[in-house]
Nanobody, 123 residues
Framework: QVQLQESGGGVVQAGGSLRLSCVASGGTISDWAMGWFRQAPGKEREFVGSIRSDGSRTYLEDFVKGRFTISRDNAKNTVYLQMDNLKPEDTGFYYC????????????????WGKGTLVTVSS
């Protein structure tokens, strides 16, 4: 059973940066696509972006393109979400996710979820 643990959330002013990390245990993520989702207060969880199992390609939603970057270190079983130029609307819980389909297209749903880390962006 793969377990995902996020860290790096916190409070930051608008325009600031945070780097989220997600460490996997109970299995290796090198064959898995990894993704990030978020859920703002009162809203449904939404897809932020993903990265292919080998790290060769990333997919990011338009609302974070140019501001967020996803990377991974398979040797450390870790995936990262670098968030720059944060906006108050980026506030919410951020969840790490794993998909056994390695492409990163996230066409078949999520196999494992982390418990989330809270990001608060003040104006």
């Amino acid at each position: 059973q793969v377990q995902l643990q996020e860290s790096g959330g916190g409070v930051v002013q608008a325009g600031g940066s945070l780097r989220l990390s997600c460490v996997a245990s109970g299995g290796t993520i090198s064959d898995w696509a990894m993704g990030w989702f978020r859920q703002a207060p009162g809203k449904e969880r939404e897809f932020v972006g993903s990265i292919r199992s080998d790290g060769s390609r990333t997919y990011l939603e338009d609302f974070v393109k140019g501001r967020f970057t996803i990377s991974r270190d398979n040797a450390k079983n870790t995936v990262y979400l670098q968030m720059d130029n944060l906006k108050p609307e980026d506030t919410g819980f951020y969840y790490c996710a794993a998909d056994s389909n390695p492409t990163g297209l996230w066409a078949y749903g999520t196999d494992y979820w982390g418990k989330g880390t809270l990001v608060t962006v003040s104006s």
